[in-house]
T-cell receptor
């Protein structure tokens, strides 16, 4: 079974600064996907970024980027130029690359961006 | 295109009552999922379906039943609600060969 761990229950950052959220996972699979989801106060789950395990290049989506260390089973999210709208709960998630696979989520990190 | 919708959005039940949560998706997705979200525990999978007429247990299935009689709908039932089932419930769907799950807006259920 896969496990996902987010060791930072809460973090805060000043507007316009950079923050990194940590995630580690445990799996015996070689092919899989990793995701970061954002959940603002509206409760809606929003996909922020994904990483395919077979890709060595780290994924980037505008101000969001990841540091994927496959050997270390680490998958951190970096948010640059933080904005007030980035305030949300962030979840790291894992999915095997097989048909019908489901997501395994970490516990979440509550990020607060301060003005 | 509504995506994934959930009915109801809020509900309060007394211990022992039953109810059904409805999830509907209009994206012709094969896979559908029910999660519950509790503080400090992330989202945990209750049951899932890989196609019409199929269901399977997830991580925390006890006390819940599901049905997928139509491809677009996935129902989650609580036969005898317990306070431990107080939670926010999310439905999600995913297309065959795709990686992204699309989530509904959630249902907040309180059992007193």
């Amino acid at each position: 079974a896969q496990t996902v761990t987010q060791s930072q229950p809460e973090m805060s950052v000043q507007e316009a600064e950079t923050v990194t959220l940590s995630c580690t996972y445990d799996t015996s699979e070689s092919n899989y996907y990793l995701f970061w989801y954002k959940q603002p106060p509206s409760r809606q789950m929003i996909l922020v970024i994904r990483q395919e395990a077979y890709k060595q290049q780290n994924a980037t989506e505008n101000r969001f980027s990841v540091n994927f260390q496959k050997a270390a089973k680490s998958f951190s999210l970096k948010i640059s130029d933080s904005q007030l709208g980035d305030t949300a709960m962030y979840f790291c998630a894992f999915m095997k690359e097989t048909s019908g696979s489901r997501l395994t989520f970490g516990e979440g990190t509550q990020l607060t961006v301060n003005p | 295109n509504a995506g994934v919708t959930q009915t109801p959005k809020f509900r309060v039940l007394k211990t022992g009552q039953s109810m059904t949560l409805l999830c509907a998706q209009d994206m012709n997705h094969e896979y559908m999922y029910w999660y519950r979200q509790d503080p400090g525990m992330g989202l945990r999978l209750i049951h899932y379906s890989v196609g019409e007429g199929t269901t399977a247990k997830g991580e925390v299935p006890d006390g819940y039943n599901v049905s997928r009689l139509k491809k677009q709908n996935f129902l989650l039932g609580l036969e005898s609600a317990a306070p431990s089932q107080t939670s926010v419930y999310f439905c999600a769907s995913r297309g065959e060969g795709a990686y992204e799950q699309y989530f509904g807006p959630g249902t907040r259920l309180t059992v007193t």
